[in-house]
């Protein structure tokens, strides 16, 4: 609640309270009290309503983000499917056949992965946290967007360790940040190259490093203080592919991983790329904060 928006309805209120104050006299001073802290009330209960639909927006923005990656990707499907339908009936022995009839079932298994990824993306649903396995959801977001980062030339390197602990997280929260920095990544390599994913298990801390390194256009240093703005894009609009444009993103990241009582770090050079870093709550840390406040409170 940091940003602009809400700090302008919070000036509104001030405003408004002063004039108030102004125009006050003894008599009706304690009528005008209950005013004021109606009218408070009022605009405390428009600045919820205004950040709930900006975080609507933000979810939506991510989710629009990757409408035309999905149609894309079932038109494939599609045409695997009926390719295969074709030869298994041209061939009516039973091997093509059955060859035929696995090859669909697996392709079209992989829709239905992809269509509820998408629709467990867009529901409108509170938080819930839960053990999560990181790896896992990189690689959901991998079946969604590993295609058209292929398409633009971007070679993706894994370096996952054997037995990293789970997250305390919300797996499509989490997802929604990763897609927003993956586009972030593809759409400043033009020119395809290579794409970092690294995690880390901080065991000193009980978190989770993970870092999505590209090789592209960098981020002046002057702009870097701004990213993660809402509404800052240094794009002319949304690409080809309908991604970004909207300045949404970065905000939305921030907004998730700091909800997570997690870090989000950039680091950045112009012309030669960029690094974000998301550190991330394990299980164990995750249950030590929730002691920690206990205590506190
Ligand atoms: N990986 C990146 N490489 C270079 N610039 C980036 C990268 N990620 C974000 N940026 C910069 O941060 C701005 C804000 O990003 P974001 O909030 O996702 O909005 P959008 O993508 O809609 O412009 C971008 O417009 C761009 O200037
Ligand atoms: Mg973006």
Redesign the pocket.
Known sequence: MSDNLTNNCRLEIVDSIEQDRSTDSVENKESTQTAESERIDELNRRIEILSERLSQSQRLSAIGELTSTTVHEFNNILTTIINYAKLGMRHVDKTSQKNAFEKILTVANRAAKVATTILAAAKNRKQSLEPTNLITLVDDVMLLLGRELNKYKIVIERYFPQNAPEIMADGNQIQQVLI?LLV??R??MKNGGRLILKIIHDEENEMLDLTIR?Y????DEN?LPH?FDRF????SGPDETGK????????ACKEIIEQHKGVIRVE?KLGKG?AFTLKLPTVIRAKLIELQQEKEN
Request: net charge negative; proline share 0%.
């Open positions: 927003n972030n990544a759409q400043a590209d592209g256009c960098g981020i702009e990213i800052y894009s240094t794009k970004g444009g909207t300045g949404l993103g970065l905000a950045s960029t």
